[in-house]
């Protein structure tokens, strides 16, 4: 009896730490994949497809851009504060995250820290860019669970 104790200590404090690993290790999610942000893409469709996203994951490259030129538009990013300014495009509280600046080199990068939901979106143009529906989503972190 004494054998299958000492086999089966080191056993289940290997499986305790693998899931405290887990739920404490967050994913860095590149927000339209290898798209980026840009005008022409449904990001409310690529949430849906690439969620759940999890408390602590960091949407990385979500803000990554061309900086603004002859050729490229201005793009930019701003956490909302509620539903209601997600579905009419209303900035007029909403913190801004990212300028046409920010979006060269690694991007910006955004961690979801709570279990809430985060509103983002293309403020550029007056808001012209949100205002068609593409250049938004919403992400709702979810407690990451190691079971």
Not at 11 to 16: D, E, H, R, V
Not at 39 to 66: E, R
Not at 91 to 107: C, D, I, T, V
Not at 122 to 146: D, I, T, W, Y
Request: hydrophobic letters at 40%.
């Amino acid at each position: 009896m004494k054998r299958g104790i000492s086999f089966a200590v080191p056993g289940l404090i290997f499986l305790l730490t693998a899931c405290m690993l887990a739920v404490g290790e967050a994913d860095t999610i590149v927000v339209g994949g290898s798209q980026h942000w840009h005008s022409g893409f449904n990001y409310t469709y690529w949430s849906i497809l690439n969620g759940p996203f999890f408390i602590n994951d960091k949407l990385v490259a979500m803000f990554k851009y061309n900086p603004p030129s002859k050729t490229n538009r201005r793009y930019s990013v701003y956490l909302l504060p509620n539903l209601w300014s997600f579905i009419t495009c209303d900035f007029s509280n909403a913190k801004l995250l990212a300028n046409p600046q920010h979006g060269g080199g690694k991007g910006y990068v955004f961690q979801l820290t709570n279990w809430r939901p985060h509103y983002f979106a293309s403020g550029e143009e007056n808001g012209l860019q949100c205002q068609h529906g593409q250049m938004k989503f919403f992400a709702v972190p979810l407690p990451r669970s190691g079971f």
